[in-house]
């Protein structure tokens, strides 16, 4: 899920267009940890998925505590710093953000893939503590998101080479990350947790499907075999709108059979606008870049507002 410039100067993940053409100066130590954590993803990925699990816990399983849930969400941001940290560098080796443009400077300098490691062995010493006080399975669940999150582009597996990347992300952030989230509070597994996950395991596997639309041409050409690569771009399109559709369709179907509260499922109902409009961009501009970020956007804010809302209706208990 590579970024890429809008005509604005600014990153479709929030941050601030890098300079290009070897600017003047690099970036100081401060500066550039802190551009290893992008906007995008520690919102989007990190957070919400991990707060829908806490809300389910408290609506659902009446059980929540705090301590765990505090330790928990240091261990995602140390997570995040290290995905972020992992997905910079090797991309950056791999010249994948370069294709077009080669005499670009994008210094990335060898601590960035230190400042992950570090980050990464932090995180499973919160896991640690976090399994000792509520179970085994918390291991297995850091260890499967764990798998997923360090080997994305990194060695030896670089699952978005291998057409995978899409699949471990929708597993990392969604049923990894919620139901770990709630075995933080109850210690159990939830079948109708597994069935919450899904919304957005989907959502974000469709953000990540729709990011590399645009990047089509430099993915093919640094051999990254994602799905889009693999489909082509108007196959890509179809894909990223049913993966988004079934994230707000397990949200009308959850409520349907009971397994969620009727205002879960209204939170498909106020993602739809976003899906039709990303969807009408799309099938215009797959194939023009630049005019296909509106796309892009939408389907972001879909994301953003059918998961919100869906936690927003179990932590304030609606019915």
């Known amino acids: 899920m590579d970024p890429f410039v809008t005509e604005s100067g600014v990153e479709t993940d929030g941050r601030a267009a890098p300079a290009r053409g070897g600017g003047s100066g690099r970036p100081n130590l401060a500066l550039r940890m802190a551009s290893a ?47 972020e940290s992992f997905n910079e560098y090797f991309d950056a080796r791999m010249g994948t953000d370069r294709v077009f443009n080669p005499s670009d400077d994008e210094y990335i ?14 995180a499973a010493c919160v896991g ?23 080997f994305y582009v990194g060695p030896p597996f ?6 995978l990347g899409e699949t471990s992300i929708a597993l990392s952030y969604g049923p990894w990350m919620t139901l770990g989230s709630i ?9 109708r947790g597994l069935a919450a996950a899904l919304v957005p395991g989907l959502l974000v596997a469709s953000l990540a499907v729709v990011n590399e639309i645009p990047d089509f041409h430099q993915d093919r050409l640094v051999g990254k ?26 949200c009308f179907a959850g409520a349907a059979a009971g397994w969620f509260p009727v205002a879960c499922g209204l939170a498909g ?27 892009v956007r939408d389907i972001v804010q879909c994301y953003l507002v059918t998961v919100s809302a869906f936690i927003m209706a179990l932590a304030v208990r609606l019915p």
């Open 225 to 250: 075999r994602n799905l889009v690569v693999r489909l082509g771009r108007r196959n890509g399109v179809a894909l990223y709108l049913a993966l988004a559709g079934a994230g707000l369709a397990a």
């Open 183 to 191: 075995h933080l509070h109850t210690g159990a597994f939830s079948w």
């Open 269 to 295: 109902a106020l993602g739809l606008p976003c899906w039709f409009s990303s969807a009408r961009t799309a099938v215009k501009a797959w194939d023009t870049p630049r005019l296909f970020v509106p796309a």
């Open 37 to 83: 954590v992008r906007y995008r993803f520690f919102l989007y990925a990190g957070l919400l998925p991990y707060f829908l699990g806490a809300a389910w816990a408290l609506r659902m399983e009446g059980a929540f505590a705090p301590g765990r849930f505090w330790l928990g969400l240091l261990g995602i941001g140390l997570s995040v710093v290290g995905v």
């Open 109 to 122: 300098p060898a601590w960035m893939l230190w400042l992950g490691v570090a980050a990464f062995a932090a």
């Open 128 to 150: 640690m503590a976090l399994a000792h006080a509520g179970g085994w399975p918390i291991l297995l669940y850091m260890g499967l998101g764990g798998m997923a999150a360090a």
């Open 158 to 163: 670089r699952w978005a080479y291998l057409g």
